[in-house]
């Protein structure tokens, strides 16, 4: 019996981590600065299933890519 409570808890816990995750995204528009100064574009999403002590947890995060912008001083 008192296995089958953990086993239940754990399962809840690994559901309700997930839906805390998967509440943001990480989208910030189509871009954001970097801390070099520079911008990173929003390509796309990806999803990750990362190990927790509850379970497998999928992650869904915002992939983008640093935008070198060249500046010219005449």
């Known amino acids: 019996m008192e296995l089958a409570i953990r086993t239940a808890m754990t399962r809840l816990g690994g559901s309700l981590l997930q839906q805390l995750l ?3 995204a ?5 871009r954001i600065a970097c801390g ?12 990750r299933t990362i190990e927790t002590v509850l379970g497998p947890v999928a ?8 935008v070198w912008v060249s ?4």
Not at 59 to 66: P, T
Not at 71 to 74: G, M
Request: glycine letters at 10%.
């Open 22 to 24: 998967a509440a943001d």
């Open 26 to 30: 990480g989208h910030r528009g189509p």
């Open 36 to 47: 070099a100064g520079h911008h990173a574009e929003f390509v796309s999403y990806r999803t």
């Open 59 to 66: 992650v869904r995060a915002a992939k983008r890519r640093s």
């Open 71 to 74: 500046v010219s001083i005449a």
